[in-house]
T-cell receptor, first 113, second 112 residues
Framework: GQQLNQSPQSMFIQEGEDVSMNCTSSSIFNTWLWYKQEPGEGPVLLIALYKAGELTSNGRLTAQFGITRKDSFLNISASIPSDVGIYFCAGQLRRGGADGLTFGKGTHLIIQP | NAGVTQTPKFQVLKTGQSMTLQCAQDMNHNSMYWYRQDPGMGLRLIYYSASEGTTDKGEVPNGYNVSRLNKREFSLRLESAAPSQTSVYFC???????????FGDGTRLSIL
């Protein structure tokens, strides 16, 4: 199956620092999504990207859909304790396809006060 | 305002037992999905239903069956559970296939 390479695998940062993570693929994706998962819960959608080059913000979060359509990044500015969790990128291969999402393995974000 | 509801939240089975995981959504979404999540892995698609009356295999369908009972409900069945199926199972739905999916809180399944 398709694979998304998500990095870094984990991040240990100080409160107030900015965070950057990314996903790359050997395949072209038509949609990129970023989800956050907290312990015992399902993934929650943060940002959805539909066009190559698109840059979208959601509060302190900013994500971009790479021009090549093979990558995406997520930035979090001025991190706070509630940002702790696992962040997943997900891509959808076919526009309009109902074949679900391909997920990266996640980035564990740990914030030290 | 429940969104996607999964039952049960936890279950322990013995090898060879059968079980059905239930999922219901109250957002009037057309498409529904079942994923499994294993430690250190992202979610992997088991089966999906693009619309009521249709189901299709995902990346890891072996050992599972699904039923799209109606627009709201999509169940996942393990006919003869195996230890390799120990995982956290997530159900998701979306208004249309191209739109983002909303996830339930998962069913934690252990098979001994």
């Amino acid at each position: 199956g398709q694979q998304l390479n998500q990095s870094p695998q984990s991040m240990f940062i100080q409160e107030g620092e900015d965070v950057s993570m990314n996903c790359t693929s050997s395949s072209i994706f038509n949609t990129w999504l970023w989800y956050k998962q907290e312990p015992g819960e399902g993934p929650v959608l943060l940002i959805a990207l539909y066009k190559a080059g698109e840059l979208t913000s959601n509060g302190r979060l900013t994500a971009q859909f790479g021009i090549t359509r093979k990558d995406s990044f997520l930035n979090i500015s001025a991190s706070i304790p509630s940002d702790v969790g696992i962040y997943f990128c997900a891509g959808q291969l076919r526009r309009g396809g109902a074949d679900g999402l391909t997920f990266g393995k996640g980035t564990h974000l740990i914030i030290q006060p | 305002n429940a969104g996607v509801t999964q039952t049960p939240k936890f279950q322990v089975l013995k090898t060879g037992q059968s079980m059905t995981l239930q999922c219901a959504q109250d957002m009037n979404h057309n498409s529904m999905y079942w994923y499994r999540q294993d430690p250190g892995m992202g979610l992997r698609l088991i089966y999906y239903s693009a619309s009521e009356g249709t189901t299709d295999k995902g990346e890891v369908p072996n050992g599972y069956n699904v039923s799209r009972l109606n627009k709201r409900e999509f169940s996942l069945r393990l006919e003869s559970a195996a230890p390799s199926q120990t995982s956290v199972y997530f159900c998701a739905s979306s208004e249309a296939p191209v739109l983002p999916q909303h996830f339930g809180d998962g069913t934690r399944l252990s098979i001994l």
